[in-house]
């Protein structure tokens, strides 16, 4: 008996692919279930995380529907994933906010831009949130930067906080004991395989699209989001470091290290128009505009933090821990 329909449903089709096996080579989510007769709730739940829904193992099975057996590795793991976020969110209360993350963002998005030129209104005078401000300390004159690191240094420990928590309560389920933490071989293994996204290649062909052709596409736009994250991540540092170790205010010339790290990532993240505005900012960044665009993005960066536990982020947190217990135990098992 399983906590849900649908890992039920999960241990009916690893049931039936652990005596296929024809899609083993596939992915980690055919050797990890060949590790085992029977399936736990933290064992499907483990599975659904190690898979990175290319949807190889659907286009390839000859039991999929309308076959009687009616296989869908994908979908079925899909909505377990989704179930499993909810089920590890941190606090409890706000595990519903997975299933209407896109309001949430929206409303709490919204509220902060509000929240923000609420706040450079009520604090500054007319001529300072819609001036032109350049050189050294500029952000400073609409919000003060103690004030700013406060308020976004209290939102990220949250963000934090909250999906450690999460990814604890995963730890659990899967009933592995804390000792991921002193095993760097698996952590190592685990971010090489997460850095390249190896089992998101359908087994080396790449993923299967609606039409049912192989590509890489989905593998190549992950990749610019992700290194594109972790880009605009390195700029917060190297800001802050210009900021606290050689007393060097924001905002920064284009050529300069933060400000090349930021738009390399903002690319990245966003493709094409964002991009393209990204270069306008870069030509042009003494407009009268800069107030509201400033509200703008720190409402957006705000909302993005209080969310990030809650949203489609914690896939790669749980994907990878999913693949530290993999490189574990087939390091046990000798299978490297
Ligand atoms: S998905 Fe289908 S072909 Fe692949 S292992 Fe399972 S039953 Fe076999
Ligand atoms: S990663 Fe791809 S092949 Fe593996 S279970 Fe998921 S959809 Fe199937």
Known sequence: MHGT?????????MTVCNSCRYCEGLCAVFPAMEMRRS????????FANLCHACGACYTDCQFSPPHEFNVNVPK???????????????????????????????????LSVAAFIFGFAAFNDRQVLFGIHTGPGAFYALMPHNAMAALFGAAFLYAIAALAMGVRAF???????????VDPPSLWQAM??????????????????EDERPTD?????????????????????VATLYHYL????????????PVVLGTLGGIGLLIGPAGLLAEKWKRDPATA????????????????????????????????????????????????
């Open 76 to 110: 079925t793991l899909a909505v377990a994933r989704a179930d499993s976020y909810a089920a590890y969110a941190w606090p409890r209360a706000f595990s519903g906010v997975f299933a209407r993350n896109g309001l949430a963002i929206s409303i709490i998005a919204a």
């Open 217 to 237: 596409r989905r593998k190549i736009f992950h990749h610019f989001t992700f290194y594109g994250f972790l880009l605009c991540f390195a700029a917060t540092c």
């Open 192 to 209: 090489m395989d997460a850095g390249q996204l190896r089992y998101l290649d359908g087994g080396g062909v790449g993923c299967v699209n």
């Open 39 to 46: 399936f736990s709730d933290g064992d499907l739940n483990y």
């Open 5 to 13: 329909k649908i890992l039920e449903e999960a241990d009916r089709l």
């Open 289 to 336: 505009a800069m107030g509201p665009l400033l509200a703008l993005h720190l409402g957006l960066v705000f909302s993005l933090f209080i969310t990030m536990p809650y949203g489609k982020f914690v896939h790669g947190i749980y994907r990878y821990v999913a693949l530290v217990r993999y490189a574990r135990e087939r390091r046990m098992l000798g299978h490297v």
């Open 171 to 181: 730890w659990r389920d899967i009933g592995e004991p804390i000792g991921m933490l």
């Open 246 to 257: 050689i007393a060097r205010e924001a905002p920064y010339p284009w050529w300069d290290l």
